[in-house]
């Protein structure tokens, strides 16, 4: 079992900055998978940022690659997702997601996650 808890959201103007948080209790000293996935109004969620939490390759959507960068926090069993250059199509709530196995090629597919994050609200204005 993986408790993941996110912070970090918040209100933006288009070209700011934020940085999200996703921390993890339980059994995080394990290797997982790790994903951001957000949800826009209307829209399904999507796949934006995944990584290992024991080093590996990270994977990015399309429509951020460049802006957005995902990392994990060994010390502190914290998942991060640092957004650069916010658009307001960026707009959404942020999830952060977590398994033990994941067999995806870009490990972004929503089913194959068991332990997500209650959300944050990301708002981009323009």
């Known amino acids: 079992q993986v408790q993941l808890v996110e912070s970090g959201g918040g209100s933006v103007q288009a070209g700011g900055s934020l940085r999200l948080s996703c921390a993890a209790s339980g059994n995080a000293n394990m290797r997982y998978c790790m994903a951001w996935f957000r949800q826009a109004p209307g829209k399904e969620r999507e796949g934006v940022a995944s990584?290992?939490?024991?080093?590996?390759?990270?994977y990015y959507a399309d429509s951020v690659k460049g802006r957005f960068t995902i990392s994990w926090d060994n010390a502190k069993n914290t998942l991060y997702l640092q957004m650069n250059s916010l658009k307001p199509e960026d707009t959404a709530m942020y999830y952060c997601?977590?398994?033990?196995?994941?067999?995806?090629?870009?490990?972004?597919?929503?089913?194959?996650?068991?332990?997500w994050g209650q959300g944050t609200q990301v708002t981009v204005s323009s």
């Open positions: 990584t290992y939490t024991n080093s590996g390759p990270s």
């Open positions: 997601a977590a398994d033990r196995i994941c067999l995806s090629p870009t490990l972004m597919t929503e089913g194959e996650y068991n332990y």
